[in-house]
């Protein structure tokens, strides 16, 4: 293989395109091609993925651009057009290219074909990589790829990526091509655009071309650089396009006429688009004629068999339904020793470093804010990795596309679609790669809505907010005539209100903000094949390290400030205080477990008060009548607060309040007494001497934890996800609010009951 960057810098360096139909084998092609030379990230102002790899071919650096699947160069949105102004060399910060590579699905040639022949419009030098050649043949499909690469003057190599087969001749097509592009000589064209001519009816060439003319001039003194004659291509057929769009923002509304005045001229009774889609058929079917040969084959295929059980509308959904339980399961019970792990080999650093530096600041920093940042970050990753290895393995080998078929017809009731489930029902696990999940979805509306609700599921970190309440305030007695225990009620019922507040705001967004059509919900049901491990595990580092360094900085950043407003002023008063009392029993108790005992007290007291008197506890004291209305007081304030890099830091930040330490866990029985003890201050004139927790306030606190989004790494990716920071606190902001709200009537209606 030529695909690893050993060679010193190559003399020559070429940019290349990768496209193709979803579904045909586009990103296993390109992890063969670059292997781990990859880098992911988005597109400026748009939540397009880029991904670009790195490869020397026969002394040629090359660099490869993963553009995602299409069916067609028609965009309606600006995440759309991306493809577009890549492929034309007009994005932002991306080289114009030197070659497509376009990858087709061989056993579908007719319909990968459409997108190909708009690519051929473009002047570009095109690779056709005739791929999943395996699954053709056993179609009984037959395809003669040097007769079909003579017939439309470009390479077309037929591969296997999943198996590395004609790996190695696709490269050397692409660095031939390549070296005859970069020289200045590509010495061929193709059968569509050897003279620039489009593939459309003559009468239609002329009128675009004609205004191309007219309007390239303005547009070149408003943008700086020509309109390509595809762009107005694009904004003549595609009514309402984004490429109709883009050019009546640039050169007023006055064009748009004109663009009416050529459809109106070309088109006749016939749409424009139904017109298009028959002229390049017919293109296509000319092409191809006399290459492509079909032989008889058994009537039903494995797949079919398959299908007639995996999407039977009642067995299907059943089917579906027990995956779904093994692969949320999995996240749970396989994550669990690894996430101890980390936790115990963090607890570990943490503990070397208090034993080799001294008490203060930079040992705080160190432990509490670096270590327990990292600590926080790194913790998702096996909920991750075992979600993303799950995901992976049923996208290839087909089986996901059919959960996305199954669940639409249900989806589509509150605005989203078939594609939303996966994400919102890995958010049970974990909203970070639920929302990461998302990039499944095509429609921008449609992914946005799924985005910004599925923070509402009930993540497992969560569950020691629930576990400490309930076991805590719940009595553990059986209902439903013995069936289920109120407990284990109370737990489904916080879950079940996550799925019915996420299904109602779903609702609520589609018909407001992101109002719109719901995206045609369009999905190719791929044949049923053996999963290729190594672009699974390709796509497990690739979302490990975007995880990492992406939302991993950020959050490492949030857990510093948290810790400074925890640590400072860090009053010399309270310290010296405690010394005296430290000498006190030093000086009153012969060394010993009681000694120890009274010292260990001594600490608990000493983090309470500096934590009270940090400008942590003075903001919850600052903040306690706003939050009164839902039953809490200034402790329970300040432990929310505290919580939003990680709702489960609320059960370590009561710990220290109440003098437990930080080390506790929601199975402390210290902790739990300790709040079933916890009064307001004789002085409070409201509530006197009465116990601050009871049910209504638990159930208020657990109520506000289900449906508040206190997750730096949620929000963190939310802003990833969405390039826009506007959304992710937009997504927090709208969360409070309803958690607020949720509270407020829990905890008043509790107290009527």
Not at 23 to 31: C, D, E, H, Q, S
Not at 383 to 404: H, N, P, S, T, V
Request: glycine share 10%; aromatic share 8%.
């Amino acid at each position: 293989m030529r695909d690893v960057l050993t060679a010193a810098s190559p003399a020559l360096v070429g940019t290349v395109v990768v496209v193709g139909n979803p579904n045909a084998g586009k990103t296993t092609a390109f992890n063969r091609l670059t292997g781990l030379s990859q880098k992911v990230g988005n597109y400026p102002g748009v939540t397009v993925e880029k991904k670009v790899g790195r490869c020397v071919l026969d002394g040629i650096e090359v660099r490869l651009v993963d553009l995602p699947g299409t069916y067609s160069l028609a965009a309606h949105s600006p995440d759309e057009m991306v493809a577009v102004d890549v492929l034309l060399g007009h994005q932002e910060g991306e080289e114009p290219p030197d070659l497509v590579l376009q990858i087709v699905d061989a056993s579908n040639l007719e319909r990968n074909f459409y997108l190909l022949c708009q690519v051929l419009e473009l002047g570009v030098p095109v690779v056709v990589a005739l791929n999943m050649m395996d699954v053709a043949r056993a179609r009984g499909i037959l395809i003669d790829a040097e007769g079909l690469s003579a017939k439309l003057g470009i390479a077309v190599i037929p591969v296997e990526a999943h198996r590395g087969r004609g790996i190695d001749e696709l490269q050397g097509a692409i660095s031939r091509v390549l070296r005859r592009t970069l020289a200045g000589t590509p010495g061929t064209g193709s059968a569509v655009s050897r003279d620039g001519a489009l593939c459309l009816n003559d009468a239609l060439h002329a009128r675009v071309g004609d205004l191309h003319a007219e309007l390239n001039p303005a547009f070149q003194r408003a943008r700086g650089r020509s309109l390509h004659e595809f762009e107005v291509l694009r904004a003549v057929i595609d009514r309402e396009g984004h490429a109709e769009t883009r050019l009546s923002s640039v050169l007023g509304d006055s064009c748009l006429d004109r663009i009416q005045r050529v459809r109106e001229e070309v088109a006749g009774e016939v749409p424009l688009p139904v017109l298009e889609a028959g002229i390049r058929y017919g293109w296509i079917r000319q092409n191809i004629e006399g290459h492509l040969r079909r032989t008889p084959v058994k009537a039903v295929t494995w797949t079919e068999r398959l299908d007639r059980v995996l999407t039977h509308k009642v067995f299907g959904l059943l089917i579906f339904a027990v995956m779904m339980l093994i692969v949320f399961q999995s996240v749970f019970t396989w994550a669990q020793p690894l996430m101890e792990m980390l936790d115990g080999a963090f607890a570990s650093v943490a503990g070397s470093v208090e034993g080799a530096l001294s008490q203060g600041a930079l040992r705080s920093l160190l432990t509490d804010g670096v270590i327990a940042g990292v600590g926080m970050v790194v913790m998702f990753l096996p909920q991750i990795l075992i979600l993303f290895l799950f995901i992976g393995l049923l996208e290839d080998c087909g089986y996901m596309a059919r959960g996305a078929f199954l669940m639409d017809k249900i989806m589509s009731k509150c605005g989203l679609s078939g594609k939303s489930f996966i994400p919102m029902l890995s958010g049970f696990a974990c909203a970070v790669p639920g929302i990461m999940a998302t990039r499944v979805i095509e429609g921008r509306k449609d992914r946005l809505a799924t985005v910004l609700v599925t923070p509402l599921m009930s993540c497992s970190a969560r569950l020691p907010v629930y576990a400490i309440f309930i076991g805590t305030f719940i009595p553990d007695r059986p209902v439903i005539h013995g069936v289920l225990g109120l407990q284990a009620l109370t737990l489904f019922g916080l879950y079940a209100l996550g799925i019915v507040v996420a299904v109602a705001m779903a609702w609520i967004l589609r018909k407001t903000l992101l109002r719109g059509s719901r995206a045609p919900f369009v999905l190719e049901l791929p044949s049923y094949k053996w999963p290729a491990l190594a672009g699974v595990l390709l796509k497990l580092f690739e979302r490990a390290k975007a995880f990492l360094v992406r939302a991993g900085t950020i959050i490492l950043a949030i857990a510093i400030v948290v810790w400074a407003l925890a640590y400072f002023p860090h009053s010399s008063g309270i310290g010296a205080d405690y010394a005296r009392e430290r000498q006190r029993i030093a000086r009153e108790l012969p060394p010993g477990a009681e000694r120890t005992a009274r010292l260990q007290e001594v600490g608990k007291l000493e983090s309470g008060a500096y934590l009270r008197d940090s400008y942590f506890g003075r903001l919850g004291q600052h903040v306690e009548p706003v939050f009164r209305p839902l039953g809490w007081d200034w402790r329970i304030s300040m432990a929310a607060i505290a919580s939003f890099p990680a709702r489960e830091v609320i059960v370590a930040t009561l710990g220290t309040i109440y003098n437990m330490g930080g080390s506790v866990d929601e199975e402390s029985a210290a902790l739990r007494e300790s709040l079933r003890e916890a009064t307001w201050p004789s002085t409070d004139p409201h509530r006197p001497g009465l116990p601050v927790f009871n049910i209504p306030v638990a159930l208020s606190i657990m109520v506000f934890f289900a449906l508040c989004c206190q997750c730096g790494a949620t929000v963190a990716t939310i802003k990833r996800e969405t390039n826009s920071w506007g959304w992710a606190w937009f997504a927090f902001g709208y969360m409070t609010i309803l958690a607020y709200v949720g509270a407020f009537i829990t905890y008043q209606l509790g107290r009527m009951v």
